[in-house]
């Protein structure tokens, strides 16, 4: 009697995903950019703009580095997120 094989699982590979959130934007517009691997939701015209370029610069930092999101340890990505908040500058009020 020959063998059956059992399938294998499929092996998902990990994935990443940074999410933005910002209050305000009260004009009654809901704004919702989305990426490869981000989500930057709510904020006025002006503070999601900036959500979206701070996301962006979190992005090339990781870039740069030759990484994946998922790939980044918590202190690296503590370190990554000030760096490119130094780079946008504070968040509009």
Do not use: C, N, Q, W
């Amino acid at each position: 009697m020959g063998s059956v094989k059992k399938p294998r699982p499929k092996v998902r590979a990990k994935k990443g995903l940074l999410v933005g959130v910002r209050s305000g934007g009260e004009d009654g517009h809901t704004r919702v950019s989305r990426g490869k691997d981000f989500v930057a939701v709510g904020g006025s015209k002006e503070g999601h703009e900036h959500l979206r370029e701070t996301v962006a610069e979190i992005r090339r930092e990781v870039d740069r580095r030759g990484r994946r999101l998922v790939e980044v340890r918590r202190e690296e990505f503590r370190e990554i997120v000030t760096r490119a908040l130094e780079r946008t500058g504070p968040a509009p009020a």
